[in-house]
């Protein structure tokens, strides 16, 4: 299982995927950390069958929302809205998909943000939701025995 984190750490709530996977780290589990732009994610997932991506979004719910997507069935027509990256996440899990190039498993946690500010720390709501997911995938990447 392959994690990517995306975000930028110096924008607020944007860093939320990144703080997940710096958590997971500790815990010694691989992932990795990507700005979240479409090209740098396609070739970030290209080698693995089994991804989960954790992301920044903005759709008008409540800060630290936390909403989990099976890439590989759904669509995101606009309903995952990227923060900093232009051409982000939503933009390469279509284009994959286009090109036959999504991996046989991606799911996607989104956190919804609310503040995305360049220098500006994350918001309380976001960082409990960052906590949220690392547990999740935590329990999801190691089972109990």
Known sequence: MLIIGCGNRDRGDDGAGAIVTERLREFGMGTEICTGEAFSLIEAWNSADDVIVVDTMVTGAAAGTVRLWDATQAEFQGSLSTS??????????ELARALGHLPQRLCVYGIEGRCFDIGS?????VLRAVEEVAKRLTTEAIPSR
Do not use: C
């Open 84 to 93: 900093t990256h232009g051409f982000g996440l939503a933009e390469a899990i």
């Open 121 to 125: 720390d994350i918001s309380p709501e």
